[in-house]
């Protein structure tokens, strides 16, 4: 049985199977769960501990349904980082070329003030962490990164 303190923060998509977090998230749209005293983990890997067990030594937790939001056991799996970055190398959200166009219609969403970073991020089929590097300023208006 699933820890009731996730599912109680989990809307299930009858579609995809995914359990989409409802609770408080990190910036780059991870879910996050609070531990007990001042330690917080990353949703996915809560559920992947108290379904499968201790996360192997150097590895991390994948979502087999690319979906950050979601919390569903079965979309979970373990694995290297190497691994990590293959599968984002399979779905194109690495190295990902920002143009002039993606940053303006980034940019127009989000002086609209009616959408957050992560809603943008699904809407443009971009990584949240790269919407946030333009709202904030961290890219130009060609995509190109100012600062680190």
């Known amino acids: 049985m699933m820890d009731p303190k996730i599912m ?10 995914c ?3 409802q609770g408080a ?4 749209g991870y879910p996050v769960i609070a531990r007990g005293g001042n330690t917080n983990i990353r949703g ?7 379904v499968y067990g201790k996360i ?5 937790i994948r979502h087999k349904c690319d979906n950050p939001l979601c919390v569903n056991p079965e979309h979970l799996v373990s694995g290297t980082p190497a691994d990590n970055v ?16 993606v940053v303006k219609a980034v940019l127009d969403l989000w002086e609209t003030g009616q959408y957050k970073k992560i809603e943008i ?3 443009l089929n971009m990584d949240p962490r790269r919407v946030g590097d333009i709202v904030e300023g961290k890219r130009d208006h060609n995509g190109r ?3 680190r």
């Open 56 to 60: 192997p030594e150097g590895h991390v």
């Open 86 to 101: 293959k599968d984002m190398d399979e779905r194109e959200r690495r190295f990902k070329k920002i143009d002039a166009v």
């Open 8 to 17: 109680n923060k989990v809307v299930i998509d009858e579609v995809s199977g």
């Open 19 to 21: 359990w989409q977090w």
């Open 145 to 147: 990164i100012l600062r």
């Open 25 to 28: 998230k990190t910036t780059c």
């Open 121 to 123: 991020s699904k809407l």
């Open 44 to 50: 996915h890997r809560y559920v992947y501990e108290w």
